[in-house]
């Protein structure tokens, strides 16, 4: 069964850590995004990756970076985590043609910055 | 960024009764999806719709495209418990896809 597997269901991390999220596909997809979901905002997008060592930043890049040192895997840095980061993030993958396969999604990370 | 808006924003109904979610938007998408998010999970693909005017069904839920490929609509028959779930909506403009903010469905037995 194919999949998008993020490393974290559940974290919580101080005020000014660095956080990373890891997040793996394993369908040979080219493109890889990542998003923060609120409750009454909707999924924004933060960075995508249309192939490795590739980053466009998406609507809301600030307060984050993200690298994708290979094609599968494509990881979410929190340079200082700070509270209003406190949300469930999502990583996706699609093949280039995305307009016929869509989004795969991964289960999420909750993250708590405290 | 491109906007879709979702309506209802909630729903509860109960087991057996119809209902119809909307998304609209004032941009044009070259194709439109719609995804199942389930409590704790990430989003599922249930339709692409790629046509104005296209209607595609899939099993209970029917969904369509509007003719000037700016809004869509889902509408489910008999609506039942397993249905119940945030309902988003996604148009493909330009390099990205764009979400709604979703319609949570609550199903009562």
């Known amino acids: 069964d194919v999949k998008v597997t993020q490393s974290s269901r559940y974290l919580v991390k101080r005020t000014g850590e660095k956080v990373f999220l890891e997040c793996v596909q394993d369908?040979?997809?080219?493109?890889m995004f990542w998003y923060r979901q609120d409750p009454g905002l909707g999924l924004r997008l933060i960075y995508f990756?249309?192939?490795?060592?590739?980053?466009e930043k998406g609507d809301i890049p600030e307060g984050y970076s993200v690298s994708r040192e290979k094609k599968e895997r494509f990881s979410l840095i929190l340079e200082s985590a700070s509270t209003n980061q406190t949300s469930m993030y999502l990583c996706?993958?699609?093949?280039?043609?995305?307009?016929?396969?869509?989004?795969?999604f991964g289960s999420g990370t909750r993250l708590t910055v405290v | 960024t491109q906007l879709l808006e979702q309506s209802p924003q909630f729903l509860s109904i109960q087991e057996g009764e119809n209902l119809t979610v909307y998304c609209n938007s004032s941009?044009?998408?070259?194709?439109l999806q719609w995804y199942r998010q389930e409590p704790g999970e990430g989003p599922v693909l249930l339709v692409t719709?790629?046509?104005?005017?296209e209607v595609k069904k899939l099993k209970r839920l029917t969904f369509q495209f509007g003719d000037a490929r700016k809004d869509s609509s889902l509408h489910i028959t008999a609506a039942q418990p397993g249905d119940t779930g945030l309902y988003l909506c996604?148009?493909?403009?330009?390099?990205?896809?764009?979400f709604g903010t979703g319609t949570s469905l609550t199903v009562i037995p």
């Open positions: 996706a993958s699609s093949p280039s043609d995305r307009g016929n396969y869509g989004y795969t």
């Open positions: 369908m040979d997809h080219e493109n």
């Open positions: 990756s249309y192939d490795v060592k590739m980053k």
């Open positions: 941009s044009v998408f070259s194709s």
């Open positions: 719709v790629v046509t104005g005017g």
């Open positions: 996604a148009g493909e403009g330009g390099n990205q896809f764009y």
